[in-house]
C-alpha cells in the first residue's frame, strides 16, 4: 500500500464516518458512531494501525493526512449532537405543551371581617394622635354602666338605653359579690370610668368593644353590635379639640371633601354635650331618603366629660376638663361600605364576607 | 313633638322657611327629624257652599246636593251619605280629577243611579279630624273656591325633644327656643279665666296627704258646661300635633298639655264623693277601672287622686272609668299638680301606661304652671263648651319658688369651650334665651356638681364672675358647665374653633389588640374568614358543651331578648356551628373561619372575660380544583394551622396530649390538647383541637361528615410572646441532616418518640420533622415505621461526622431503651 492508497482510505473512511454522523437519528446512535469511528477500536485507529505497511520515509506524513479527517469527523459529531439534543429538547417542550388557559391552583380567599377591619381603622386613625387601646369588660356593673356616668335610677335619659341585666349570681355558693346588680354594658362608656381610675392625665385612650341593648333586631339595631368610645383628659383640653378631632376622622374616614356638623346633642355624662354629622354619603348633601331629606347624617355623639363623671373617675373637676366620643361601628362600616341592613354583618354569610 | 307651625305662629313670629326653621333648631339642639305637610296629598279640593240638600229619590240614607265652588260658575250636583249637612254651610269639595290622601282619585260617578260631580268631603278623608261620619263643616267665612291647602293645610315639624329639655315639649317652649336662634320675642298666651258666681272652694276641697311626691295641687271648679265635639279649628290643629280629639272638655286639657306643657285632667265632679279630692298612696287591695276601661288592681306605693269612698286616677298617668267627662256632664274639676317626676315614671312603667302626660311630669314641671295650666283649661273649657267657671282656685301651695341663681366664670367657660367669648358676650347669649345676668357678690361660690355644695371664689375671681338668673322653666341649668352649653348653643356650635389636640401627650402604654391584629392577619392570609358571631347564645348551646341549666358557672341574662340569646357563651364553638350550618344552606359546605371574641364565665361568683381563638374548617380542605382530588379537612388541618400560628406569633412550639374527653362533643379518638413549650421550658396548655362527634354534628343540623374545631386561648398565648424577641446572628456553619427510620410498636404516640429524640438529641439538635410513617410488609403485624429528619446546626465549631454520629447514636440508644424501637432496616 501507498501512500496515496492510503490516503484514498481515508478520504473514504471520512465520507462515510459524515455520512453515518448525518444518519444518526438519537444521541445514542450518535454515540455508536463516534465510537465505530473515532473510538479506540474505531475504524481510523484501526486503519492508523495499519499504516506499518508504507514506506517508512510516508510514515511521517500520516499524521498530516489524519488529522483534518479526525478532525473534520468530530467536528461533524458534536454539531449533530448539538443538532440532536436541540430537537430532543423541541420534542419534549412540545410534548410538556400545556392548555394555558386552565385556571391556576386556586387558594383559599380569606378575609377580615369589617366590624373589626373597621374597628381597627378607627384606632389606628386616633392612635395618631395619641390615643391608645384600652379593653373595658363587657359585664358591668349598674354603677359604672349609669350611675357613675351621671344616669341615676328613674332618670328619664335611662330611655335611652335599654338594658339586658344578668341574673345574680348563686348568693350561697360564692359569697354575694357586693359590686352591684351586674348587666351587659350598653355603651362603651364605662370604659372611660375604669381608665380615668386606673391611669392619670394626660391621658387619651380609645375602648373598642362589643355592646348590648334589649332591643328588637331590625335592619338598623341589634341586640349586640360594637361601638368605639374615646376619652381625652387634660387640663387644657376643650371643646374646641374635639371638634378638631372629628373633623380629622370624618375627613380620614369619609374623603377628604367630606362636609361636617357639629351641634348640640344630649348626654347625661357630657356637658356640653354635641352630636355630630356628615354631609350625607348617600346624596352629598342634596337630600335624599338615606338622610331623612337633611343632607346630614349623625354618625357619633360626644362632649365634655360632665364634671360629676371626671369626679367619679377620680379626677379633680376643677383641674382637669375632658372630651370624650362614641360611635358605632356598625354605623360607620354600614356608611363606609354603602350597606342599608346591618344583620349581614352577623350573618357571616361567605358571599359577604368574600367581599372584604 | 309635632310641632303645628300655626300653633307656634301664635307665640312668636318666624320669617324663615319651614326648612330653615328647622335647620336652626336644630342647630341649637332640638333635632327636628321631619318636616310634614298637612295639605300637600290633597289636590283640587276647595271651599264650597251647599246651595240645597234634599232626600235622594231612591236610596233613603243618601242626600243630593247642589254646590258652587265660584260666583257665577255651573254648579254641580254631588251626592252624600253624610246627615251633617244644610243648605248655607260652606264645605270642602274634591272636584272631579281631585287626589285625596292615600292617593285616592275623585271623579265624576253615578251612585244609587244619579250621577255625582265630586265628593263632599269628611275630616277623615282629608287626614285633618278623625270625623269620618259628617262632613267637615268650615267658617261661613271661608273664602269659596279657595283651595283648602291654603286655608287649612299647615307645616308639622317633628322635633326630637331630649330628655333634659321637658320644659320644649310644649309650643311655648319650643317659641321660645325659636327666640333665642332668631332673636324674636315670645308672646306667652293671655290667660284670662271668665269667673263668675261663688268661689272654687265652695265646692271643693282638696287634701294632699304625700306632699313630697306632690307638692302643689290646683284645682278649679265648672260647671252649666255642655259637652260636645270642640271647634273644628281645634280639632283640626290637635289631629296636627298628633293627638286624637274627643270632646271640648278632654280637648281642652289636652290644648293646655301641648301648648304649655303641663298636664291636666279633668274629673266629672259629679262622680266624686262629698266634693273632696285626697292625694294619697293606694291602699292594700283597692282597684280602679281606669279611662282605658281595664280593673287594675294597686299597688301599696301607687299615688292616687281619691274621694272618700276610693280612688279616682292614678296620679299624673291615667284617670279612671268612674269620674271620666262624657256626654252630659255639666260639672267638671280641672286638676293642674306637680308630681315627683321619679313617681310619675315608675308608677307609668310598673302599669305598662306610659303617655305625653306622665312624660311631662317624669321630665319635671315648672312649678309656675300648675296655676296657670289649670286657668288656661278653666278658660279654654268656657270657651268651647259654655258655663262658667267658680272664683279662684284651690292651690296647696300657691307661692312660685324663687328663680335659682347660678354663678359662671366667663374665663372657665371660655377655657372648657376653647372659644374666645367675653363676659358681656356671654351676657348677650344668654339674654336671647331669656336669663338675666349680673355680676356676682364678692362672697360667691360656683356650683360644678349638681347636688354639692359649691366652691368658694376668692375675691378675684368672684370679681370676675357672673350670676345668671334662671327662668322657673329651665330645670336642666344646674351647675356652671350647663352655663357653658348654653353659651356655646345660643352662639352657634359652628363658632367652636376646629382645633387639634395641642396638649400633652400621654406616655407610652402597650396596644393590647397588637397581638389579636397579627392572628387574625395571619389566618386571613392563610385563606381563612373571619367571623363575628352573637356572643349571647341559648341554654341548648350550652347544654351540648356540657353547660346544663343550673351550671353555676354560666351568666345568664334576666331579661334576655329571646330564648336563643340569653346566656353569655362559654365557647365560640357553637356559634360557628350556626355559621356552618347556615353556610351550608347557601350551598357553601366547605368552610374555613375563625373568630377571635370573649367567652364569658363567672369564677368564684365573678364575671370573668377570656379572649379566646375558635376555628372551625369543615368541607374540603382546598378549594375544588381541576388538578387535584378533593380531599375532607381532618383535625391534622387545624394541628398544623395551631403550630404555624403559634410559631409565627410567639415563637413557641406545640405538642399534641390526647384529650379531651367529651362525650357526643368531641371525637373521642381524634381530639388533642394544645401543649406550648417555652424557650423557659415550662409547658403551658393552650388550647385543643378536635373532630366534633357525629352526634353533635347531627344535633346542630349541620350536613359535613367532618368538622374540625379549634380553640386557641389568646391571653395565655399573649403571655407567652416576650417583650423584646432575642434572635442572635446566623450560625455561619452549614447544618447537616440525618434521615432515620424508627420501627415502633403500632399503638406507640409519635409525640412521644419526637419528645424521646428531642431529649436525647442534645443542644445541636436543631429540628426533628417526620416525612414518613408507614404500616404493612415488610413489617411485622403490630408495628409501623416513622422516619424523621433530624437536622443539626453547629453553634460556633465545626461538627464533625463523629459528633453528628454520637447525637443520632444516643437518639437511638433512647428510643431503644425507652421505648423498644429499632432502626429500620
Redesign the interface.
Known amino acids: 500500500m501507498d501512500l496515496e492508497a492510503f490516503a484514498a482510505r481515508l478520504s473514504a473512511l471520512r465520507e462515510r464516518a459524515l455520512q453515518a454522523v448525518r444518519e444518526t437519528a438519537d444521541p445514542s446512535s450518535l454515540e455508536q458512531v463516534e465510537a465505530a469511528y473515532l473510538g479506540r477500536k474505531g475504524e481510523l485507529r484501526t486503519l492508523l494501525g495499519g499504516i506499518g505497511g508504507l514506506p517508512a520515509e510516508d510514515r511521517p506524513r500520516v499524521g498530516a493526512l489524519a488529522n483534518p479527517i479526525r478532525e473534520d469527523v468530530e467536528r461533524a459529531i458534536a454539531q449533530r449532537r448539538e443538532r440532536l439534543e436541540s430537537i430532543a429538547l423541541e420534542v419534549r417542550l412540545a410534548g410538556e405543551r400545556l392548555d394555558v388557559t ?2 391556576g ?9 369589617p ?2 377591619e373597621t374597628e ?1 381603622e378607627i ?1 389606628r386613625f386616633f ?1 395618631r ?2 390615643f ?4 373595658s ?3 358591668e356593673t349598674d354603677e359604672r354602666n349609669f350611675e357613675a356616668l351621671n344616669i341615676p335610677a ?4 335611662r ?2 338605653w335599654d338594658t ?4 345574680p ?3 350561697e ?5 357586693d359590686d352591684g346588680r ?1 348587666l ?1 354594658r350598653t355603651h362603651t362608656s364605662p370604659g372611660q370610668i375604669r381608665a380615668m381610675h386606673e ?1 392619670s ?4 385612650v380609645l375602648t373598642p368593644g ?1 355592646c ?1 341593648r ?3 333586631v331590625d335592619a338598623s339595631h341589634g ?2 353590635f360594637f361601638q368605639v368610645e374615646g376619652l ?1 383628659v ?8 374635639l ?3 372629628l ?2 376622622f370624618a375627613h380620614a374616614m369619609f374623603g377628604a371633601a367630606r362636609a361636617t ?6 348626654y ?1 355624662f357630657t ?5 355630630f354629622d356628615i354631609g350625607c354619603v348617600s346624596c352629598e348633601g342634596s337630600g335624599c331618603p338615606a338622610c ?3 343632607g346630614w347624617m349623625t354618625i357619633l355623639g360626644a362632649g ?1 366629660v ?3 363623671v371626671l ?1 367619679n373617675g377620680g379626677l379633680d ?2 383641674r382637669f ?1 375632658g372630651l370624650a366620643f362614641g360611635m358605632g361601628v356598625d354605623r360607620i362600616a354600614m356608611l363606609r361600605y354603602a350597606i342599608n341592613d346591618l344583620r349581614v ?7 359577604f ?2 367581599r372584604f | 313633638m309635632r310641632v303645628p307651625l300655626s300653633w307656634l305662629r301664635e307665640f312668636v313670629d318666624i320669617d324663615l322657611s319651614p326648612e330653615a326653621l ?2 336652626r333648631l ?4 332640638m ?1 327636628v ?3 310634614h305637610r298637612i295639605g300637600a296629598d290633597w289636590s283640587s279640593v276647595v271651599v264650597g257652599e251647599l246651595l240645597d240638600v234634599y232626600a235622594h229619590p231612591s236610596s233613603p240614607r243618601l242626600s243630593l246636593t247642589r254646590v258652587r265652588t265660584a260666583e257665577g260658575e255651573r254648579e254641580l250636583e254631588i251626592v252624600c251619605g253624610a246627615t251633617n249637612i244644610e243648605a248655607g254651610q260652606r264645605v270642602p269639595v274634591a272636584l272631579p280629577g281631585a287626589l285625596l290622601p292615600g292617593d285616592r282619585s275623585i271623579g265624576v260617578t253615578r251612585i244609587a243611579g244619579i250621577q255625582s260631580e265630586g265628593m263632599l268631603c269628611s275630616g277623615a278623608e282629608l287626614g285633618l279630624t278623625p270625623d269620618a261620619d259628617g262632613i267637615l263643616i268650615l267658617d261661613s267665612e271661608s273664602p269659596l273656591g279657595e283651595p283648602l291647602g291654603r286655608l287649612l293645610g299647615d307645616t308639622v315639624l317633628d322635633v326630637d325633644v ?5 320644659d320644649a315639649l310644649s309650643i311655648l317652649g319650643l317659641a321660645r327656643e325659636v327666640a333665642a336662634a332668631t332673636g324674636a320675642t315670645v308672646r306667652e298666651p293671655l290667660i284670662a279665666v271668665p269667673e263668675s258666681g261663688d268661689a272654687t272652694d265652695d265646692h271643693l276641697s282638696v287634701t294632699v296627704q304625700d306632699v313630697l311626691r306632690c307638692p302643689r295641687f290646683v284645682a278649679r271648679y265648672l260647671d252649666g258646661l255642655t259637652v260636645g265635639p270642640s271647634p273644628t279649628a281645634v280639632q283640626v290643629r290637635l289631629m296636627a300635633a298628633g293627638v286624637r280629639p274627643v270632646s271640648n272638655v278632654v280637648d281642652a286639657s289636652n290644648y293646655v298639655m301641648l301648648e304649655l306643657g303641663k298636664p291636666v285632667h279633668t274629673f266629672d265632679a259629679a262622680a266624686v264623693t262629698e266634693d273632696r279630692l285626697i292625694v294619697r298612696t293606694a291602699r292594700p287591695g283597692e282597684r280602679l277601672e281606669t279611662l282605658d276601661h281595664i280593673e287594675r288592681e294597686l299597688s301599696a306605693d301607687t299615688l292616687v287622686i281619691a274621694d272618700p269612698v276610693g280612688p279616682l286616677a292614678i296620679a299624673g298617668v291615667m284617670g279612671g272609668a268612674s269620674s271620666e267627662v262624657r256626654e252630659g256632664t255639666t260639672q267638671v274639676i280641672v286638676e293642674s299638680a306637680l308630681f315627683q ?2 313617681t310619675i ?2 308608677t307609668a312603667q310598673a302599669y305598662g301606661l306610659r303617655s305625653e302626660a306622665s312624660l311631662r311630669f ?2 319635671g314641671q315648672e312649678p309656675r304652671m300648675a296655676r296657670l295650666g289649670a286657668d288656661r283649661a278653666a278658660q279654654l273649657i268656657v270657651r268651647w263648651a259654655g258655663g262658667r267657671a267658680a272664683m279662684g282656685a284651690v292651690d296647696t301651695d300657691p307661692v312660685d319658688p324663687p328663680a335659682t341663681r347660678l354663678t359662671f366664670r366667663p374665663a372657665r367657660i371660655a ?5 374666645s367669648v367675653s363676659g358681656d358676650g356671654m351676657r348677650d347669649l344668654l339674654a336671647r334665651a331669656g336669663i338675666v345676668t349680673e355680676p356676682a357678690a364678692a362672697r360667691s361660690s360656683v356650683a ?3 347636688g354639692e355644695r359649691p ?1 368658694p371664689l376668692d375675691p378675684d375671681a368672684a370679681a370676675e364672675a357672673l350670676v345668671a338668673i334662671v327662668p322657673g322653666h329651665r330645670r336642666d341649668l344646674a ?1 356652671e ?2 352655663i ?2 348654653e353659651v ?2 345660643i352662639r352657634g ?2 363658632a ?11 406616655g407610652y ?1 402597650p ?3 397588637l397581638m389579636v ?1 397579627r392572628v ?2 395571619l ?14 347564645v341559648s341554654p341548648q348551646d350550652h347544654a351540648s358543651l356540657g353547660h346544663d341549666a343550673q351550671d ?1 358557672a354560666t ?7 329571646s330564648g336563643e ?1 340569653s346566656e ?1 357563651r362559654r365557647s365560640l364553638l357553637p356559634q360557628l356551628m350556626r ?1 356552618l350550618v ?2 351550608e344552606r ?1 350551598r ?1 359546605p366547605d ?3 375563625f373568630e ?3 367567652v ?1 364565665a ?1 369564677v ?4 370573668k ?1 377570656a379572649r379566646h381563638l375558635g376555628i372551625l374548617l369543615a368541607g374540603a380542605a ?7 382530588p378533593s380531599r375532607p379537612v381532618d383535625i391534622a388541618d387545624a394541628k398544623g394551622l395551631l403550630e404555624w400560628l403559634v410559631e409565627r406569633v410567639a415563637g413557641a412550639r406545640l405538642r399534641w396530649e390526647p384529650g379531651p374527653l367529651h362525650e357526643a362533643l368531641y371525637h373521642p379518638g381524634r381530639s388533642a390538647l394544645a401543649i406550648a413549650e417555652l424557650e423557659s421550658g415550662h409547658r403551658v396548655e393552650l388550647g385543643l383541637v378536635s373532630e366534633l362527634d357525629p352526634r353533635y354534628l347531627t344535633a346542630c343540623e349541620a350536613q359535613a361528615e367532618r368538622v374540625v374545631f379549634a380553640r386557641l386561648d389568646l391571653d395565655g398565648l399573649g403571655r407567652t410572646v416576650p417583650a423584646v424577641q432575642r434572635v442572635g446572628d446566623l450560625e455561619r456553619l452549614p447544618a447537616l441532616e440525618r434521615d432515620i427510620a424508627v420501627v415502633v410498636a403500632e399503638t406507640q404516640p409519635a409525640g412521644a418518640v419526637e419528645a424521646v429524640m428531642r431529649a436525647a438529641g442534645g443542644p445541636l439538635l436543631a429540628s426533628v420533622l417526620l416525612f414518613d410513617r408507614y404500616e404493612g410488609a415488610p413489617l411485622g403485624p403490630g408495628e409501623m415505621s416513622l422516619a424523621y429528619r433530624l437536622r443539626f446546626e453547629p453553634g460556633t465549631r465545626t461538627l464533625d461526622e463523629d459528633g453528628i454520629e454520637r447525637a443520632v447514636a444516643s437518639v437511638v440508644d433512647a428510643l431503644r431503651e425507652r421505648l423498644g424501637a429499632r432502626l429500620r432496616g
Not at chain 1, 271 to 275: D, I, N, Q, R
Not at chain 2, 415 to 419: A, C, I, N, T, V
Open positions: 386552565l385556571p391552583r386556586p387558594l383559599r380567599r380569606g378575609s377580615l371581617h366590624l373589626v381597627r384606632a392612635g394622635y395619641g391608645v387601646v384600652y379593653e369588660p363587657e359585664v328613674d332618670h328619664p335619659a330611655d335611652l339586658i341585666y344578668l341574673q349570681p348563686d348568693s355558693a360564692t359569697g354575694t359579690p351586674l351587659l391611669m392625665p394626660p391621658l387619651r362589643r348590648y334589649y332591643e328588637a341586640f349586640e381625652m387634660d387640663e387644657g383640653t376643650s371643646l374646641a379639640h371638634r378638631g378631632l373633623d380629622e356638623r357639629f351641634r348640640p346633642g344630649y347625661p356637658e356640653p354635650s354635641v352630636a331623612g331629606r337633611s365634655m360632665h364634671p360629676v369626679r373637676p376643677e376638663q354583618f352577623l350573618a357571616n354569610d361567605l358571599r364576607l368574600e | 328647622a335647620e336644630t342647630l341649637l339642639g333635632e327629624k321631619g318636616v331630649k330628655p333634659n329639655r321637658g317626676p321619679v315614671r315608675r317624669e321630665r377655657r372648657l369651650l376653647g372659644m360644678i356638681i349638681a366652691i351647675i358647665a350647663d357653658a352649653e356655646a348653643r356650635y359652628d367652636v374653633p376646629s382645633r387639634l389636640p395641642d396638649t400633652s401627650m400621654p402604654r396596644d393590647p389588640r391584629d387574625r392577619d389566618l386571613s392570609g392563610r385563606g381563612l374568614n373571619e367571623v363575628v358571631t352573637y356572643s349571647l353555676p351568666i345568664r341574662a334576666a331579661n334576655p331578648v340569646h353569655l355559621v347556615d353556610n347557601q357553601r368552610l374555613a373561619v377571635v371574641g370573649a364569658h363567672l368564684d361568683g365573678h364575671p372575660e382546598d378549594p375544588l380544583s381541576w388538578d387535584r
